[in-house]
């Protein structure tokens, strides 16, 4: 049989075309499936346990998403909850389904049953497995051992196909994942549907960015139908199409390989896959390879605590300082060192100072090629140490000289611009991703926990 | 006038694959230009550019979409205190100006 599935956009909180979804809702597909979020923004995230895209824009977001899956009576499958899919982020998903579940209540309406799919992982697991001999590095291989499993905020498995369809098998209404691959919650159902696996990886691959495949990337909309040997692909925004070009081209996006995609349990091999238009807006899709491997394998992402971090911005537009920019700092930067060790009596690796120069190389740094000609810099000053309250007190000690610090001894001192004050500001915590690698598993669903729950639709008197 | 890559090509785009790789696409626009850019820029050029060993570039040829792809390690893990493009998307620059007559 074919499975139709409504992609509404790349990720929740990015937005989509609201007519588009309802010309999407119309077509009635199958199943709802949206991504929750990525590596794509940084460790901050899935180190501090947050969400990266505000809480009311996600709620707006869903509302519409949870109102169209009422409409088709069909599933809604967010992975990847809340940017970076820790356990808590699955709860924060849940809240905010339970808010908007009061706000649709209807008495006529059965309970809403939602399955919870976490796949956060505890340190002291990961610490057996490493000893098991269960976690493999993946290239580039960054090294690995106990202590910086131990000191990992949080790790994550990426979730596969097995695991959606474990949760689909409850019967939920709404499924509220954990980090899974982005495919993984587009890819699922057509597999248990038994549609070609192929296809169906090779689908929810193309379609996981909802639009970007498309000529109309923010519309965010896209149907997919996937069937014994391929699928085909369009978007529902008006004005919008899909091109061979267009969806084959979206291999590429974000893969290293364009032709083979590595997932929990396999991996797909498009080399043979061919691209057709159908019509203006529509392509055809055939040709695509799932190749099973076992042992079955989830890939893990880790994010620990490094330091904490302050920043200053200083603009320099006098043109004595402009054109010997990168003498100046570094003079201010070896006299900054000796004062901020001298003063709080510290040693040359307990923090680390660094000066970018906006304008000249702060985007390539060493690699920069263009050498060019400036009427203005900015001095971005990053000061990275162990607490936040080091950081401040090394900020407020650059502070003044890096507003008057002379390019010589015998010449005045300048000022330059501050755009604000104060001229530091506390960025708060630094994490680093600290994992690239890939643990082995007896069974798929050992490694995450399904909660089954039902969420009462009544109004409250 | 000096020529870069950028003037015979319809873009080049920059990504991060994850935290520890980048992925550069250089979408030819035709297969003249393919076949032209294919047959000047060399790994060892990107690889320089980058200043990343060679052995550790990934170079695919697509010409049913006239692009050509280079993956390779970033060369600062995304997120490392001295990274300075969280996305890696800027790291394209690089190739656009890079001079081809």
Known sequence: MNTRVLVPSGVLGLGFDRQALAAGVALKPDVICIDGGSTDSGPFSLGTSTSKYSRAACVAEWRDLMAARAQLNVPLIIGSAGTCGTDDMVDWMLDITRQIATEQSDANAPALKVALLYSEQQPSDMTQAFRDKHITALQPDIGLDEATITNCAHIVALAGAEHIQAALETGADIIIAGRTTDTAIVSALPIMQGCHEGASWHAAKIAECGALCSTHPTSGVIIVEIDESGFTIFPTAKGARCTPHSVSAHMLYENTDPFVLYEPGGYLDVHNAEYHAIDERTVRVSGSKWVATLPYTLKLEGAKLVGYQSTLIALLRDAHYVSNASAWVSRLSDYLNNSVQASLDLKPDDFFIEFRLIGVDATLGELETRLSEHHEIGVLVIVTAQTQDLCDEIAKIINPFLLHYPLTDDEPLPTFAFPY???????????????????????????????????STEPTA | MNTTLAHHVDSVRSKNAGPFWVTIDIFCGSEQAFKFVSSQLTNEQVSALMKQPVSQLKRFEIPSLNVIKFSLPRPITQGHYKDRDMHGAQWAVLLQEFPMA
């Not at chain 1, 104060?422 to 926990?449: D, K, M, W």
């Open chain 1, 421 to 455: 004050s104060p001229a530091q500001s506390s960025r708060g915590p630094l994490y680093e991703f600290c994992l690239n690698h890939i643990v082995s598993v007896e069974t798929p669903l050992s490694a995450t926990r399904l909660v089954s729950l039902e969420i």
